[in-house]
């Protein structure tokens, strides 16, 4: 059985180790593992596009244990996020700024890489869902555009986690255990178990459960202003609210003379420091995994099969996986409210496939019922909203007397409750493998639904001036169609709602053609038709959302309209007629339409029976995003944004892909090398963007231009000895951004820049040796090593906006590494603390090594195993988090040391 999480799961593919097939009359020589990437059962090597794969017990061998390790072993693909539950796939670095996990239900980013559980999509933005990948048959990755046989979101690659089926040949049972200790941190346990039976000879059923807890190791300190911790600024708050306190005659340097680090006490400081001593804990960030997975197979008769299997999981986490750069040592933190995140969700699926004379024929379909439940700390926002001031200072009730000015406790927290449903229906066909030509043909029906409620407590609660003391008769939203509260009033203490309710509906239309030209020379072409609706509505206590929208589909040109939705009507009426707000995708209720067709093409060449050369173009392509808040004007109408709205939507970005591959055994089959080089073009490369300057934007997703990709991948396996194997695989990458928008010149890294979050290099090195014991028991030992190198975070260059508020806020940088990438940042309308020009740059999320080794001994039955993650002890910086205002470093776990011991009865 699997003992990882997907994450590590992936990881594992990637570095495309294969197992020891061995009998003992034979000598050893690699597996080859039959996949199903290209929708029919085939050999890994004779699969004419890039694809790795790895079976269970390879996965296994791997000896990867805890969330973090995907890092890992990744040589060509990124998973970018806060936490167990909070992340993005990234494949071949197509990589944009990430979606901030307190908006992503709402932004409506679609992932670039698609994540499938057998035959069923489960992608999600922002919150790819993190299935415990326990009973692994293997798992399936596909880097590039997989468009035309898997849609939407496969635009950079698909991942596929393919899970043990019931199994029709007898009883089986099993289970895991391990435990482990880390480093300055908690203990970690995890207990597995399956059994397969069979009632009748056409009847299987397989059960999987198992829970795990990932003990913690990151602490939340007590609070320290002076020494690393939160002080807060009255120039920083100034600044970004627009002058605010300085327009009521303070002088917030001064105020800043007056904190609790020059002596005032919290009820006499200028600005007050917040305080956690009820939240203070050691190793905090606990998660823990539990779930179930039941499957039934069924023989119809001798050519129709049945499958349903339902997968029940809850994740729990608390705490963060970050630690403040600002604070000693590499795994503190200030969290000022309590951090929790429940994800629970069910799937059911189900398949039947059999065969009508030559075709072979499947119906496979899918439900996914997600709900989640987070509390998050919030009082980062402090530091970046343009209000800022209004929700914490007391200007506006001193008018007349500057000096007793102040800005009160900042502690915030955001909390959302999400439901998540997708439908999934899918009916194809496949003609006999024996043809010269073969044909795989379908249709594909995909409706999914994203009902999310937000609330942000914002505003101190001290100050009445507005009623912030009880806020739930002023509090309700601005509208009623698709929301899923009842409006209001909400809890005294809420600021402001999202309540919004997403639905993406799609259709396609799918086929290959694969055509003998030759006994070694196949040609193959495929197309994909789609349309897919954008339905994106709901409210927020500022915005009726829906209506907004309806106005916009409806061409309304009566400015008045516009004015009662809060726009302003003359300016939005304007941009609409001379084409600066585009609202041509739009039906007359708002609802966002595109179709088009996207295309394959590839040539292959089968050089001898262990040597395959092929070469491919393909397409991928994420549809358009609706923006919550189209429309809206910059707050801030000068520099770069003079003149700027949301736009109502983005539009499609599309990726072109060209690549070569080699595929091939060497050196009698004791040598395999699988190597693709590709090149790819990307545009209109959709992000997510939040500038701290315009907090009237909140996040919406823009295109920001076109970049182009250069890279190499290489899985290597050499069976050393009869005893012995390595793996290596590595990944070479070249991304460079070709062109920007107009509106984010300045703003975003410019024409030459990196795209973030893929290093130019990484790569990875695993061996596995074994050896005989007594009694007819096998020993082995396993040893990786694995480089990541330098990676850029996000696409917008404020880190010396972010570093200088952190000097102002903590009284001390972050001491991250910054790449500075233009003179002078356009996205920030105010000077540094010096009084200079900011400049552009983006923070470094440097290199790392890791080591992980194992050792242990097993029989037929049974497996214990003695292992290290972490040899070394490292640090790696996984995500420099901005999405607080102030950088906060995603790390690993320590060095964990532990035991993990299975049995198996057949």
Not at 73 to 84: D, E, H, K, M, R
Not at 279 to 294: L, P, Q, T, W
Not at 313 to 334: I, K, R
Not at 746 to 774: H, K, M, Q, W
Request: charged fraction near 20%; include cysteine.
């Amino acid at each position: 059985m699997k003992k990882t999480h997907l994450s590590c799961a992936i990881v594992a593919a990637l570095t495309a180790q294969q197992a020891l097939a061995q009998t003992p009359d034979t000598k050893a020589s690699i597996e080859t593992i039959e996949v199903t990437a290209t929708k029919r059962s085939e050999s890994i090597q004779d699969v004419p596009v890039a694809v790795s794969a790895l079976s269970g017990d390879a996965l296994e061998n791997m000896g990867i244990d805890n969330f973090q390790d995907y890092v890992e072993f990744l040589p060509n693909v990124v998973f970018q996020g806060t936490g167990p539950g909070q992340n993005e796939i990234y494949i071949r670095g197509a990589a944009t700024t990430q979606s901030s996990i307190t908006l992503s239900s709402v932004q409506a980013l679609q992932p670039s890489v698609a994540f499938y559980q057998d035959e069923m999509p489960v992608s999600m933005a922002g919150r790819n869902l993190d299935i415990y990948a326990t009973d692994v048959q293997r798992v399936e990755v596909l880097p590039g555009p997989q468009g035309t046989l898997f849609g939407a979101s496969s635009q950079a690659g698909t991942v596929r986690l393919i899970t043990k089926k019931p199994d029709h040949s007898g009883f089986a049972a099993g289970f895991d255990t391990s435990i482990s200790t880390t480093k300055g941190g908690e203990l970690s346990n995890s207990v597995e178990a399956y059994i397969n039976i069979t009632p009748t000879d056409d009847l299987a059923l397989r059960v999987v459960a198992y829970n795990e807890k990932q003990g913690g190791w990151i602490d939340n300190l007590e609070n320290d202003p002076g020494n690393g911790g939160y002080i807060g600024s009255a120039v920083v708050i100034d600044r970004i609210s627009g002058g605010a306190l300085a327009g009521y005659g303070a002088d917030p340097a001064e105020m800043d003379t007056r904190r609790v680090v020059n002596g005032f006490t919290p009820n006499t400081a200028a600005v007050v420091s917040p305080r956690n001593g009820e939240h203070v804990e050691d190793d905090f960030n606990d998660a823990v995994y539990s779930g179930a997975r039941i499957g039934l197979s069924y023989h119809i008769n001798e050519n129709w099969d049945l499958l349903v299997q339902h997968t029940e999981q809850t994740l729990d986490t608390e705490g963060v996986f970050a630690y403040d750069p600002t604070l000693s040592g590499e795994s503190s933190a200030n969290r000022f409210q309590a951090d929790e995140n429940s994800d629970e969700f069910g799937l059911t699926t189900w398949t039947v496939e059999g065969r009508l004379d030559k075709l072979e024929m499947v119906y496979t379909g899918g439900y996914l019922d997600r709900e989640i439940d987070t509390l998050t700390d919030y009082t980062g926002y402090t530091n970046g909203g343009l209000f800022s001031a209004y929700y914490v200072c007391n200007h506006y009730d001193t008018p007349d007397n500057p000096a007793d000015i102040r800005c009160l406790d900042p502690t915030k927290y955001y909390k959302e409750d999400t439901t998540s449903t997708r439908l999934t229906h899918e009916f194809r066909v496949n003609t006999d493998m024996d043809a010269p030509w073969r044909v795989t043909a379908g249709l594909f029906y995909d409706e999914q639904e994203v009902a999310s409620v937000g609330q942000f407590k914002i505003a101190n609660t001290e100050m009445a001036t507005f009623g912030f003391d009880d806020l739930s008769s002023s509090r309700r939203l601005q509208g009623t169609q698709g929301i899923n509260s009842d409006g209001g009033p909400f809890s005294p203490e809420i600021s402001f709602v999202n309540d919004i309710t997403h639905r993406i509906e799609q259709i396609a239309v799918f086929g290959q053609f694969e055509y003998d030209i030759t006994d070694t020379l196949t040609a193959s072409v495929g197309a994909r038709w789609y349309q897919i609706d954008d339905i994106y509505r709901g409210a927020t206590t500022t915005r009726d959302v829906t209506s907004r929208l309806q106005a916009y589909g409806q061409n309304v040109t009566d400015p008045a309209v516009y004015d009662a939705l809060r726009l302003d009507g003359e300016g939005v009426v304007a941009a609409i007629q001379s084409g600066d707000l585009d609202i041509s995708l739009l039906d007359d209720q708002g609802v966002l339409t595109v179709d088009d067709t996207i295309f394959k093409f590839g040539l292959d060449w089968k050089v001898s029976d262990d040597v395959l050369l092929f070469a491919n173009y393909s397409e991928g392509f994420r549809p358009p995003v609706t923006n919550r808040l189209g429309g809206d004007a910059a707050a801030n109408q000068s520099g770069a944004f003079e003149g700027f709205r949301i736009p109502v939507y983005s539009t499609t970005d599309t990726l072109d892909n060209y690549e070569l591959g080699l595929k091939g055994d060497f050196l009698d089959g004791i040598l395999r090398v699988n190597a693709t080089g590709y090149y790819s073009e990307i545009s209109e490369l959709q992000t997510s963007r939040f500038d701290p300057t315009n907090i009237s934007f909140l996040v919406f997703t823009d295109n920001v231009g076109d970049a182009e990709v250069k890279g190499v991948d290489a899985d290597i396996t050499w069976l050393a000895t009869d005893n012995l194997v390595v793996n290596a695989a590595f990944s070479i990458l070249d991304t460079e951004l070709t062109r920007i928008n107009p509106e984010l010149e300045g703003i975003a890294a410019g024409v030459g820049t990196e795209l973030p979050y893929s290093a130019s290099f990484s790569g990875n090195v695993n061996a596995r040796y074994y050896f005989e014991l007594d009694g007819g028991k096998e020993g082995f030992v396993n040893a990786s090593v694995s480089y990541t190198g330098d990676r850029l975070a996000g696409m917008i260059m404020d880190a010396y906006v972010m570093e200088d508020a952190t000097q102002l806020i903590y009284g001390t940088g972050s001491g991250l590494k910054i790449q500075e990438e233009a003179a002078v940042y356009a996205g920030a309308t105010y000077n540094d603390a010096n009084g200079n020009p900011f400049r552009g740059g983006r923070y470094v999320q440097e290199a790392y090594m890791i080591s992980n080794v194992s050792v242990g001994m097993s029989d037929d039955s049974w497996k214990v195993e003695l292992f290290v993650d972490n040899l070394f002890n490292e640090s790696a910086m996984l995500n420099i988090d901005t999405q607080q205002y102030t950088p906060k470093v995603v790390t690993n776990r320590p060095r964990t040391v532990g035991v993990r011991f299975s049995f198996d009865y057949y």
